[in-house]
């Protein structure tokens, strides 16, 4: 296995735990406080659970 296949393996599995991380992970509570789930650390709200 030369270095660069090796390097593209890595990457891809990083790449491939974060990801799972993402998906996996349940969403995070809101910042504000109202009880409605965020989907970011910074507490933006999921666009599925925003009103319409």
Not at 27 to 34: D, F, K, N, R, Y
Not at 37 to 45: D, E, I, N, V
Request: charged content about 10%; overall charge neutral; hydrophobic content about 50%.
């Amino acid at each position: 296995m030369t270095g660069r296949s090796f390097m593209f393996l890595l990457v891809a599995a990083i790449v491939a735990l974060i990801l799972a991380d993402h998906l996996l992970s349940p969403p995070l509570h809101a910042s504000v406080g109202t009880g409605e789930t965020a989907c970011a650390p910074c507490g933006a709200p999921c666009p599925s659970t925003t009103a319409r």
